[in-house]
């Protein structure tokens, strides 16, 4: 039908009679809509009552605005809900972390063993300079170490000690963004995380849950265990390399062995890398503990540091550090 002027009038129903039949059909329409709106009303609200209290956080009054635009819903620190933890995948078994630790320690030892002369050698071939920047921090003094090096007998811990400090001061949550073997995105955030040792219970948990889920977002990045040259830890890595190698490359024992020996040194420090994102994703914290015991004899050098769980998985302070890995003592390494 198109719409027009109305047919004529049959059945003798006139004018004044049609109208009262259409004011009369309109508001029956009215009631009608309204009666079906007030039980439609009334059945929904047992039902938002049950879905509210299934979802309380969709109370936020930003969810309505986000709902329509298919944003995932934010949830505030304060109402945060375990189940927020289920897409993460389960953390590296705990006793993968001191293995690595100790197949790092292994390596470090075998590479002093198969590359470095064993006789005397002067004391001016010893970058100095390049040991104040190597050394854990307190390090023995240079005039200490540097004779230490230099000797044959005491050389072998001594260059332990220079290369594991050196790994282990850019592995660790403190370390500097621009020299940490962490991925930059990680060292950068880290920087900004001060005075961690002091947090409460609630700021460690938290902190444990930021790291589990930064560790999974980049773990297509930074979780397959091959650093390439695309690698944005590659360059921290190959600055290490050339500083540790300062020192090194005076004491190699061959020549015709230097190219093997400087592939041999970085696949450390790339493990050393990847050892410190499993460190980093892993829910519990871990401390690397350098500090001499108060019984330790004067001229004795920690020379690889104590593995120590200081958190669970929960992010919860243990009551006393579990000891994963015992530090090595050398016994009269300095004089």
């Not at 980093?280 to 120590?308: N, R, T």
Request: charged share 20%; with cysteine.
């Amino acid at each position: 039908m198109i719409f027009g002027e109305p047919p004529p009038s049959t059945g003798g129903i006139n004018t004044e009679s049609a109208a009262g039949i259409g004011v009369g059909t309109a508001i029956g329409g009215i009631l009608l809509t309204f009666i079906v709106f007030l039980l439609c009303f009334r059945r929904s609200k047992p039902r938002q009552a049950r879905h509210d209290s299934e979802f309380p956080l969709k109370q936020s009054s930003s969810y309505g605005d986000n709902k329509g635009r298919g944003f995932s819903q934010v949830t505030s620190i304060g109402t945060w809900d375990s189940s927020a933890n289920k897409p993460l995948p389960n953390p590296a078994g705990q006793a993968r972390i001191p293995a690595e630790m100790s197949r790092l320690r292994s390596m470090i030892n075998a590479h002093v063993h198969s590359y470095y002369r064993t006789s005397e050698v002067d004391l001016d071939v010893i970058d100095q300079d390049a040991i104040v920047d190597l050394m854990g921090d307190p390090p023995p003094s240079t005039e200490a170490m540097a004779p230490a090096i230099a000797d044959s007998e005491t050389r072998a811990p001594a260059l332990r000690y220079l290369i594991a400090s050196a790994i282990f001061s850019k592995i660790s949550f403190t370390g500097h963004p621009e020299t940490t073997f962490l991925p930059p995105e990680v060292g950068s955030c880290l920087k900004s995380i001060n005075g961690v040792q002091d947090y409460g219970q609630a700021q460690a948990a938290l902190f444990s849950s930021w790291r589990a889920i930064t560790a999974t977002m980049l773990q297509s990045m930074y979780g397959i265990g091959t650093i390439t040259e695309d690698d944005a830890r590659s360059h921290n890595i190959s600055s290490a390399l050339e500083m540790l190698d300062t020192i090194l490359v005076r004491l190699r024992a061959r020549r015709d062995e230097n190219a093997q020996r400087l592939r041999d040194l970085e696949e450390i420090l790339g493990h050393a890398a990847n050892f410190a994102f499993l460190v980093f994703s892993h829910p519990s914290s871990w401390v690397f503990d350098w500090q001499a015991s108060p019984a330790q004899e004067s001229g004795s050098v920690v020379v690889f540091p104590a593995l120590l769980q200081v958190t669970d998985e929960n992010g919860q302070w243990l009551s006393h550090p579990q000891v994963f890995e015992a530090k090595e003592v050398v016994l009269d390494l300095i004089t």
